[in-house]
């Protein structure tokens, strides 16, 4: 095998730095870092590190210099991360910046152990103290690299150059030398990931099954905690040569190559001697007692018995990821190319809104209407002061509801199936900043606007220099009522109305009568008061079929109207 083939600069043997730089200087110069200001500090470690990084040092020194600047490093980027991932959406230009910064911190710190790499792989493999030095200088490129690509990740950004490249080439570097597996000293190892085994090839696999979890489907926020969740499955990854098993159909790596982790498609492809079937079996196994867990603790006996929110996101995230790794089927339905002018609308709010011509939201004065017609020429007739009183307070709840403030988004088509379709911004502009994977939309097509609404949603972001966010929308039905929905019992019991949609039958897509509603707030098991404005009905939750953040589709039953609760 070759040498790893890495991006390095190649400084001059007579370009030190003035004044020379000495490990107990170096300490003292990060001691006086602004403590209090993450991004300063972090330009001034990026600018000290380029600095280290393009001078010579022999590979000894330039390990003592990052030895020092270990403990501010790993603060500096794990606040940057951290920063990343509270950040909202909407605030797209900083989020931008601060990925930016982080990226670029990231890439000088692997930069500075990858020149150690360089310069030790050429040394006698019998040299006192060579191997020490080449197990750290591998372990903590490789964790480096494997971070700058949770970053581009997390904010939907292309993979910076090369990246797979030099991960695989490192670690089949560091396995050809039996360093893979040997245990580095890293005190800085955090969260879910402090009591894992600091080995280059935990963290080579830990990126691998991340990268199999497809990152660009991820919502945002999800993509460090799942990275973090399987690190503790990276140790049961096992990589099988292709050339001795069938690797059809299975996900493979090629580490002579710059690509990342894959699906075999094509047996041809996978034939080579550096190819690897990637064998996740048992992490599988290990996340389906996590769902089969998830899943008991929500089944519920009771409505006052529901999980927690927060035990509700989790469910949701270990079943969508279940879902990733055992998705192996090749795409059924052929993707065409094809330009269209399309409107899109972001959000369930929105995509009410215009489901329903614009029409003003008042579920409560309509609720308290219906009840009034039912109730008239019956015994239970409301007082007049009773129903002055319901008629200030619904009055009061329906004015909450009025904004309109919604838009509808001119986007292209670029190609399209029966199931969904590719959009980006269209020339001279970019796509919506406020777009999220999981977000749900309506769209149609921008010829004569006339068109019903279909309601979709967004699978996958990736940001594009050109054309801004490209997405991928998967429609989830044809059209959808706007309807009004709130708790009676269960989950999300005791708030107000909130806009939802209905999705008739349809047998042409074999789907069944179902709810979208907000994400997170309802669950199985719920009942609740359907508001068609003309019409109220009462239905359960019976079954989840599709679940974000930002919305959630159940499957439902009718039920007759709940006794009121003392």
């Known amino acids: 095998m070759l040498l790893p083939v890495l991006d390095i600069p190649t400084p001059s043997l007579s370009r030190r730095p003035k004044p020379y730089l000495r490990p107990r200087k170096l300490n003292r110069w990060a001691a006086d870092l602004p403590s209090g200001n993450v991004a300063d500090a972090s330009r001034a470690l990026l600018a000290q590190l380029h600095i280290i ?3 010579h040092y022999d590979a000894g020194e330039r390990m003592k210099l990052m030895a020092t600047l270990l403990p501010v490093s790993h603060r500096l980027v794990f606040s940057l991360l951290d920063s990343l991932n509270s950040a909202s959406l909407s605030h797209q230009g900083q989020l931008t910046a601060q990925a930016s910064l982080a990226s670029n911190l990231l890439a000088e710190l692997a930069t500075g152990y990858k020149l150690v790499v360089s310069d030790l792989a050429l040394w006698d493999q019998d040299r006192a103290g060579h191997n020490t030095l080449l197990q750290e200088a591998l372990y903590f490129a490789v964790k480096w690299l494997c971070l700058r690509l949770v970053v581009t990740y997390a904010v939907y950004q292309p993979e910076p150059n090369h990246a797979w490249r030099e991960l695989n080439q490192l670690y089949q570097f560091s396995e050809r030398f039996d360093m893979s597996t040997v245990t580095v000293d890293d005190n800085y190892e955090g969260g879910d990931t402090a009591g ?7 963290l080579y696999k830990q990126i691998i099954l991340l990268a199999l979890s497809e990152p660009y489907k991820l919502m945002h926020n999800e993509v460090w905690q799942l990275y973090s969740l399987v690190g503790n499955w990276a140790e049961v990854i096992q990589f099988l040569p292709a050339e001795s098993t069938p690797a059809y159909h299975e996900y493979v790596i090629d580490l002579g190559s710059d690509a990342e982790p894959r699906l075999c498609s094509d047996e041809a492809e996978c ?23 998830a899943l008991r603790s929500s089944r519920v006996g009771h409505y006052d018995d529901s999980p927690s929110l927060q035990l509700r996101q989790r469910r949701d995230m270990l079943l969508r990821l ?16 094809h330009e269209e002018q399309v409107e899109v609308i972001l959000g369930l709010n929105a995509c009410h809104f215009f489901s329903s011509q614009r029409a003003d939201f008042t579920p409560e004065m309509d609720e308290l209407r219906l009840k009034t017609l039912e109730n008239a020429g019956s015994s239970n007739v409301t007082s007049p002061k009773d129903f002055a ?5 619904a009055l009061q709840k329906d004015r909450r509801h009025s904004h309109s403030g919604y838009q509808i988004n001119p986007l292209t088509q670029r190609n399209r199936s029966s199931t969904g379709m590719a959009l980006c911004g269209t020339p001279g502009s970019s796509s919506p900043p406020d777009a999220n994977v999981g977000e749900l939309v309506a769209y149609r097509s921008g010829k004569s606007g006339s068109d019903a609404w279909r309601i979709g949603v967004i699978r996958w972001l990736r940001s594009e220099p050109e054309t801004g966010t490209d997405m991928g929308v ?10 009004a929905v709130r708790a009676l019992q269960g989950a999300g019991e005791g708030t107000d109305y909130f806009r939802s949609l209905l999705i008739p039958e349809s047998e042409s897509l074999q789907q069944s009568r179902s709810l979208i509603v907000p994400g997170t707030i309802f669950d199985i098991g719920t009942r609740l ?13 019976t079954r989840l079929l599709q679940s974000t953040q930002e919305f959630s589709l159940y499957e439902f039953a009718d039920i007759d109207a709940p006794p009121p609760r003392l």
Request: proline share 1%.
């Open 271 to 293: 034939d080579t001697e550096d190819c690897y079937i990637i064998d996740i079996g048992e992490a599988q196994r290990q996340l389906d007692r996590l769902v089969e867990n």
């Open 389 to 393: 009183a319901a008629f200030r307070d």
């Open 474 to 483: 998967m429609q989830l039905a044809r059209t959808g009522v706007p309807i």
């Open 529 to 541: 008061a359907v508001n068609e404005g003309s019409k109220l009905f009462y239905v359960r939750l």
């Open 53 to 55: 990084n393009h001078s």
């Open 196 to 202: 894992l085994a600091a080995t280059t090839d935990r």
């Open 322 to 337: 279940a879902r990733s790794w055992s998705n192996k089927a090749a795409r059924k339905d052929r993707r065409n190319e």
